[in-house]
Each structure stands twice: as structure tokens, then as C-alpha cells.
């Protein structure tokens, strides 16, 4: 399965992508407000991405992940992971810093949404950030989603901190 934009690909994950995933989600700086990232290890990197091939096999899967391409480079990823509640699904992204400032979470969400609107059946969009990560926070809001929550409790993956996490939901 493919998903095309104007500029990128989104394509599924698979193990040949181990290295350049590993790149930008092994990278703390890259990944400061990640909950579960930067990963600690090729390894690590390529036991999620084996998670991730056996979701996309399955007949229900509880998450996808996909690379988002521009120009064959992997410049970053988008996940989904469906909830309890039919119809919604979370959205999560990373972009590689070598490719901050391009649009590119901007593009392939948008994207996504439109496709699981059309061809999976999806009534509502949500997704969460640290309270400090504006890139993100921006993506949400040219989205045309909204925040519905702020809470605390947040634990990034790098850091012992408590943090505050905000949720924003787009309704389709």
C-alpha cells in the first residue's frame, strides 16, 4: 500500500529501512519530546519495525507505521494506532532534523487522514504532544484540529522530567 502527495511517498515499513529510521529516532535531540523514542539501539529500532511488518500482515491491525519519502530518502515517519473507539484512530509523527521546516509531517498527515477518512472509515483524528514541541503543535492546528486536553504526567522517553501533554482531535 502507497500514499502519494505532490512531493512524498508513504509507504510501509519495512526491515531495509532499519539504518535510516534509525538515524533520526535514535537521535535524543531529534526526538526530545518523543514518549517513545529515541531508541537505544539498531536493534531496538529493527524489533519495532518487525512489530510493525506483523501488524500490516494481520487481518486488524492495532497500529501502522509508515516512512515518509521525498526524492527516495526517508526524511521521517507516520503512525497510526487505532483505539478502542471505532472509526478513530491516533496519529503520531517524527521528521528527520535534516528535514525540519519543509512541511513534510504537514503533507503526509494530511494525506493519511484524507486516506483513512475515504478508505478506512475514520470519524475522528486525534493526536498528542509534549507542550513544548511547537513544530508539532502547528502541524495540529494547520490540521484543523483542536485541543481538547491538557494533562500532566507526561514522561518523554529522555528525560525523568514530568511534562504536560496536550491532545488535539480533528472530527471528519
Sequence with gaps: MEIR??????????????????????????????????YASLEETAAH???????????????????????GAIAGGLSVYYT????????????????????????AAKALISHGRQAWGWTRVIAQCDSENTASRRVMEKLG????????????RSSDEERTELTYELVL
Design 84 to 107: 478502542s473507539e471505532a472509526g478513530v484512530a491516533e496519529l503520531g509523527w517524527v521528521v528527520n532534523k535534516a528535514f525540519w521546516g519543509r512541511g513534510f509531517a504537514l503533507e
Design 145 to 156: 484540529m483542536q485541543c481538547v486536553s491538557r494533562t500532566g504526567g507526561r514522561k518523554n
Design 5 to 38: 502527495t505532490e512531493r512524498l511517498l508513504l509507504r510501509p515499513v519495512c526491515a531495509d529501512d532499519a539504518g535510516a529510521i534509525y538515524a533520526y529516532a535514535g537521535d535524543p535531540e531529534n526526538t526530545r519530546y518523543m514518549v517513545f523514542l529515541p
Design 49 to 71: 519495525i518487525r512489530e510493525a511488518e506483523a501488524e500490516w500482515a494481520g487481518t486488524n491491525p492495532a497500529f501502522l507505521e509508515f516512512v515518509i519519502l521525498w526524492n
